[in-house]
């Protein structure tokens, strides 16, 4: 499986951007990694590009809430994106947030998955059994 991975808008959380690409390989992807400070069209011309299965959003700053408004949007304007997975992870709003409301906003804006504050092997966990669910 292809997934497209970076960090959105004006982060520069490198590390951890280099964790998620060695994690995801650990366990068979096949990583297109975008960096840092990474557009949101940016992403979808990527997944258009590489043909890719997941796209997966990381966002340390917090900032993701303001750039990834327009997911929704994007998506009816690329085409067969339809069985792209759309995750997203990391600190996802600025200040103190609840998931609880943090996973519905996202999941509106157009995310499939949404892991505000989880660590990274539960988000790729689910990622995969999700996508096994999927499969059947």
Not at 44 to 71: H, K, P, Y
Not at 106 to 116: A, P, R, S
Request: glycine share 8%.
């Amino acid at each position: 499986m292809k997934v497209v991975t970076g960090v959105v808008g004006n982060d520069i959380h490198v590390v951890a951007n280099r964790l998620i690409d060695l994690s995801l390989q650990a366990r068979g992807f096949e990583v297109f990694n975008l960096g840092v400070n990474t557009y949101l069209e940016e992403f979808f011309d990527a997944v258009v590009e590489t043909d890719a299965d997941v796209l997966l959003i990381s966002s340390l700053n917090g900032e993701a809430e303001g750039w990834c408004r327009e997911v929704k949007i994007l998506k009816s304007k690329y085409k067969n994106l339809d069985n792209v997975v759309f995750m997203i992870g990391g600190n996802l709003v600025v200040g103190t947030g609840d998931a609880s409301t943090i996973v519905p906003k996202f999941k509106n804006y157009g995310f499939d998955l949404v892991f505000h504050q989880v660590d990274l092997n539960t988000g790729l966990d689910e990622l995969e059994k999700y996508l096994k669910t999927r499969e059947s």
